[in-house]
């Protein structure tokens, strides 16, 4: 079954870059779509369409596509941004959906 | 204001069945796209299952087909997951989540949850 692949984890410095990436086969043909989790809460959508930022989300969120990898960019990272990221997309049919296992962005 | 309230959570043991539902208010119902999305206990989110709008076309993970059906009630504005022959694998936080519509399949809101535990 297809799959999307997540590093379980990233930590920065606050005012720092952090970059979260996520491979699959099927990226260069389906969007990427970013979720972040904070504990106890439901997943709240960040990108979308690769790219696209929801309104609400701050503008230090961004997202890029290249090839197999979709990235998840958070600029000048807050201590508020600590949480879990997951990355979702479909198979190549385009009728399952698929997320990536996750990763933990710790804000040191 | 979207609204998504899941009921239905318990403990059952293996082998059992168990029906979770989805009460939804605040957008047209009818014209979204419903999915289930499960989360086990510290571990990451795994999608169940979605069905269209209209009800006619359904899908599944291979972890649950043949084994877990989604169905809706438009006049009702609930969704269902019907979970029959459980395994402690199914253990989890089930969530129902609204479509963003467009055929695209990404959530834009969802409920908090309710608790499914199988154990003996």
């Known amino acids: 079954s297809y799959e999307l692949t997540q590093p379980p984890s990233v930590s920065v410095s606050p005012g720092q870059t952090a970059r979260i990436t996520c491979s699959g086969d099927?990226?260069?043909?389906?969007?990427a779509y970013w979720y972040q989790q904070k504990p106890g809460q439901a997943p709240v959508l960040v990108i979308y369409?690769?790219?696209e930022r929801p309104s609400g989300i701050p503008e230090r969120f961004s997202g890029s596509s290249s090839g197999t990898t979709v990235t998840l960019t958070i600029s000048g990272v807050q201590a508020e941004d600590e949480a879990d990221y997951y990355c979702?997309?479909?198979?190549?049919?385009?009728?399952?959906?698929?997320f990536g296992g996750g990763t933990k962005l710790t804000v040191l | 204001e979207v609204q998504l309230v899941e009921s239905g959570g318990g403990v059952v043991q293996p082998g059992g069945s168990l029906r979770l539902s989805c009460a939804a208010s605040?957008?047209?119902?009818?014209?979204?796209?419903m999915h289930w999305v499960r989360q086990a206990p510290g571990k990451g989110l795994e999608w169940v299952s979605l069905?269209?709008?209209?009800?006619?076309?359904?899908y599944y993970a291979d972890s649950v087909k043949g084994r877990f059906t989604i169905s809706r009630d438009n006049s009702k504005n609930s969704l269902y997951l019907q979970m029959n022959s459980l395994r402690t694998e199914d253990t989890a936080l089930y969530y129902c989540?609204?479509?963003?519509?467009?055929?695209?399949?990404?959530?834009?809101?969802w409920g908090q949850g309710t608790l499914v535990t199988v154990s003996s």
């Open positions: 989540a609204k479509d963003t519509g467009g055929g695209m399949y990404y959530f834009d809101y």
């Open positions: 605040g957008f047209t119902f009818d014209d979204y796209a």
């Open positions: 069905i269209s709008g209209d009800g006619g076309s359904t």
């Open positions: 099927a990226l260069p043909k389906q969007y």
């Open positions: 369409k690769d790219s």
């Open positions: 979702q997309s479909a198979d190549s049919s385009g009728t399952h959906v698929v």
